[in-house]
C-alpha cells in the first residue's frame, strides 16, 4: 500500500438491515471485497494528520491499513514488550477514539467510490478475523 496524504473530506455510509451496506446511493455487495479500497485516517486532532493509503482488496486494506495501524499504536505503547497480544475490543476502542477513519470501495458497476464508515470497518474486520480464527482451529 502507498501512503499518500493530507486529504480534506470524508464521507459516511449508514447501515441497512440487509446482508451489505449501503453507502450514499450504492450497495456493496460481497463480490466486491476484491474492489479497490481507500482508507482515510485522521489519527490526531488537527485536520493536517489526515492521511490515506490504497489497497487492492477490502480485506488487504483491513489487514495491512486497519490492524497495522493499530498494532504500531501498540508498540510505540510498549516498546520494551518483546510481544503484544490485544483483543478485538481493544482494536474496537482503538478505531472508536480515532477523530476519523473512514474507506472508499471501489464499485465496478457504477465506476465509483461509495464511502463507509468506522462501524462498517469494525464490521469487516469482525468478519475477517472470524475467518483466520477458523482456519487455525
Not at 440487509?18 to 476484491?34: L, Y
Not at 488537527?46 to 489497497?55: A, F, I, L, M, V
Not at 483491513?62 to 497480544?85: D, Q, W, Y
Request: proline content about 7%; some cysteine.
Amino acid at each position: 500500500a502507498k501512503l499518500r496524504g493530507p486529504i480534506n473530506n470524508q464521507q459516511k455510509c449508514r447501515r441497512r438491515q440487509t446482508s451489505g451496506v449501503f453507502c450514499r446511493n450504492f450497495f456493496i455487495f460481497p463480490v466486491e471485497i476484491m474492489s479497490h479500497t481507500i482508507l482515510l485516517v485522521q489519527p490526531g486532532p488537527r485536520p493536517e494528520t489526515r492521511t490515506y493509503s490504497d489497497y487492492d482488496s477490502v480485506t488487504e486494506c483491513m489487514e495491512a491499513g486497519v490492524c497495522k495501524i493499530f498494532e504500531e499504536h501498540l508498540k510505540r505503547s510498549h516498546p520494551n514488550s518483546p510481544s503484544i497480544t490485544y483483543d478485538i475490543s481493544q482494536l474496537f476502542d482503538f478505531i472508536d477514539q480515532l477523530p476519523d477513519l473512514s474507506c472508499l470501495v471501489y464499485q465496478k458497476s457504477t465506476n465509483t467510490y461509495a464511502p463507509c464508515n468506522k462501524e462498517w470497518i469494525k464490521e469487516k474486520i469482525y468478519i475477517m478475523l472470524r475467518k483466520q480464527a477458523g482456519k487455525s482451529a
